[in-house]
């Protein structure tokens, strides 16, 4: 009996050719697969090169794609957090992290524990409905890779990765904060 296909939150995030990773703009090398794929796939039937699968075909299949470890990466959407994956976050080149609605900031929080409670040091991409004002967060929170699908061309957005000079908390890029920094520089 084949298992109920999990209902997406949302839209499902798009594959753009093109994204902004560590702050450049660079082609796409990574094939996202939607939840409207998923019945369709199996470990046999997945197409050669780097694919990110959702989470829920991830977990049925990782044991039988083992021998793909570097080319296969995950994403979460927005109702899955990040202890689902975050023991096995070691052995993934990339996790992306849904935003369903420029309003739904769970993947925020799965970003930032992603970088922090599990220590993933791999690709973290924002895919999704996010905006522009928002990319200097994500970033704060540990993305370093972002599918943006808004209408500006994404060389316009690399400013917006730098719209704060300083922060006064502490976050996955800056683990002191302001205060503390004062008070060691003098």
């Known amino acids: 009996m084949p298992k109920p296909a999990k209902k ?8 753009p050719a093109r994204l902004i990773v560590d702050g450049a703009v660079v082609a796409n090398q990574w094939n996202l697969l939607s939840l409207d794929e998923e019945a369709e796939i199996s470990a046999a039937s997945l197409a050669p090169g780097k694919v990110i699968l959702p989470l829920s075909v991830w977990l049925e299949l990782r044991n039988e794609l083992q021998a793909r470890r570097g080319e296969i990466g995950v994403w979460l959407d927005s109702d899955e957090t990040a ?5 096995y976050a070691g052995e993934l080149p990339l996790i992306a992290a849904h935003f369903p609605l420029f309003t739904d900031g ?6 930032r524990l992603l970088r922090s409670r599990y220590g993933f040091t791999g690709e973290l991409r924002a895919v999704g409905s996010f905006m ?22 994404l060389e316009g957005l690399l400013d917006s990765l730098q719209d704060f000079t300083d922060s006064y908390q502490s976050a996955v890029d800056q683990p002191l904060p302001i205060y503390r920094r004062r008070s060691l520089a003098g």
């Open 83 to 87: 202890d689902l994956i975050g023991d």
């Open 132 to 153: 522009r004002d928002q990319l200097t967060y994500l970033k704060r929170c540990g993305f370093n890779a972002f599918a943006y699908q808004g209408e500006q061309g």
């Open 8 to 15: 997406p939150v949302g839209a499902q995030p798009e594959n």
């Open 106 to 111: 769970r993947a925020f929080t799965a970003g």
